[in-house]
């Protein structure tokens, strides 16, 4: 057990170069724990609030001063003083939290502000315990010893790496916004990573023999231009594959996360490279006719956030085959994952600490899921990606089956750095999720 001394925020620049917060917290024992949070470009509309200066003579009104101020001016002087460290303890500072902002969505203090605190004192009270951040979690809210995990042993998570991007992340590329390889093998992750890296680069070969070009977008996929359809990325993909010498269906599947919420307006899902006006249903037949050409395994917002009495539909057509994901739809938040599950809207979801704004939340919102078979997918952001690697280790912690990152670029490929690392640590105490994912609730 130690005091937390001191909380200091500052403002950085996150991968987009869109200002981000980083929080230090350190302890009275001198041990530090730092953590920076993430910014989302195709953001939610339930998420937490990300407190925006709005200074438009600084970045372009997206300055994070403010946020900052609050950290430092606001939240400070209360945690300090506080114990970390025993199980309960992240819980406790997150709640006095949430009850100093005082809002459904944060709004007065900023999630942006909030999460950096909660994950700085979480890595300094990993730190003062000499343990690594993912087993720190799972002391932290007591996981092993509540029954909370599918397994108290570490599987860890399939690679799903984002090779194609368009939508809100990339111009004149697809309408869709995220095609990706799902690795599905269980040998190790390294091995999972590299296969990834290999597929990635023999895409690259394979657009630049069509004619397309193969710079890259937000998350560091390939967003070529002139592509004819939304569907070309998925035979690309297939070439790149096979081309790699993998099987595609069984070393490798393919996840799609069309992020439609963008395309949706009054009811009409406008796919504009296909010059398509389509109601929801028609927006389901639209997938389920990929589903029975491609090897899909995941759906991620294939409908819109607003569209729930379609997601059901959806889920009850092909959710015994593949996983529907909610992002957009859920946000990371357990009052939204609550009613998914009542409606049986989705049978997984994605997990991005930044929708929610704190650790503790995030975490109760995993662990809803596999009290309630809904497989967890643990998340980088598009639009702004930090070096922080927690997501990795709450991927860990909680037994997700897959973290959804891009294959290239500095803050991501540390997440898959970081992942292997941990394999490396753990020494053969784990498993992959491999082509169990479905299980891994
Ligand atoms: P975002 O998008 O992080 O830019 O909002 C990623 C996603 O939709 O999964
Ligand atoms: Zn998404």
């Known amino acids: 057990m130690a ?16 200002p981000s917060v980083e929080v230090k917290c350190v302890l009275e024992t001198g041990t530090i724990g730092v953590a920076s949070v993430p910014y989302g470009a195709s953001a939610g509309i339930s998420e937490a609030f990300v407190l925006l200066d709005g200074d438009k003579s600084r970045f372009m009104g997206k300055g994070m001063l403010k946020a900052v101020e609050n950290v430092n001016k606001i939240i400070a002087p209360v945690l300090v003083g ?14 006095k939290m949430i009850k100093l902002d005082g809002t459904e969505r944060k709004t007065n203090l900023g999630a942006n502000a909030i999460l950096g605190v909660s994950l700085a004192v979480a890595r300094a009270s990993a730190n003062e ?42 111009d004149q590329s697809t309408d869709l916004q995220e095609y990706m390889i799902s690795m599905i093998g269980n040998d190790s992750v390294a ?7 290999e597929i990635y680069f023999t895409l690259k ?7 397309y070009n193969s710079n890259v977008g937000n998350e560091g996929a390939f967003a070529p231009n002139g592509l004819p359809t939304n569907e070309t990325p998925l035979e690309l993909i297939k070439e790149a594959v096979e081309k790699s010498g993998y099987s595609f269906g069984k070393d490798v599947g393919i996840s799609l996360d069309p992020a439609v919420s963008e395309l949706f307006e009054e009811g009409v899902y406008e796919l504009e490279k296909e010059n398509k006006k389509l109601n929801s249903d028609e927006m389901i037949e639209y997938f389920v006719n990929w589903i029975n050409n491609y090897p899909i395994i995941t759906l991620e917002d294939a409908l819109a956030e607003t569209d729930w009495s379609a997601w059901p539909k ?11 994901v909610g992002d957009d739809l859920t946000v990371t938040n357990p009052k939204l994952l609550q009613k998914a599950i009542e409606v049986k809207a989705i049978n997984s979801i994605l997990i991005k600490l930044n929708q929610i704004g704190t650790l503790s939340e995030t975490v109760e919102c995993c662990m809803l899921a596999r009290q309630n078979g809904i497989m967890t997918i643990i998340s980088h952001r ?32 540390e997440k898959y750095n970081r992942l292997m690392e941990i394999e490396t640590e753990l020494a053969g105490n784990c498993s992959v999720a491999g082509l169990n994912f479905r299980k891994i609730i």
Do not use: W
């Open 3 to 18: 005091k937390i001394k001191q909380i200091i925020a500052r403002e950085i620049l996150s991968s987009g170069s869109t």
């Open 82 to 95: 506080m114990e970390v460290g025993e199980v309960g303890s992240q819980n406790v500072i997150d709640q």
């Open 129 to 170: 315990a000499k343990m690594p951040m993912y087993q720190y979690i799972r002391k932290a809210f007591d996981l092993e010893n509540q029954g909370l995990l599918c397994d108290k042993n570490y599987i860890l998570p399939n690679p799903m790496m984002v090779v194609i991007e368009g939508g809100a992340h990339a």
């Open 191 to 197: 091995e999972n990573v590299r296969r990834g890296i």
């Open 205 to 211: 070969k394979v657009l630049k023999d069509k004619g």
């Open 314 to 324: 959806l889920t009850e057509k092909v959710g015994d085959k593949i996983a529907i």
């Open 382 to 413: 598009g639009g702004g990606e930090t070096n922080d690697t927690t997501m990795i280790d709450l991927a860990v912690a909680v037994n997700a089956g897959f973290v959804k990152v891009g294959p290239s670029r500095g803050e991501r490929v």
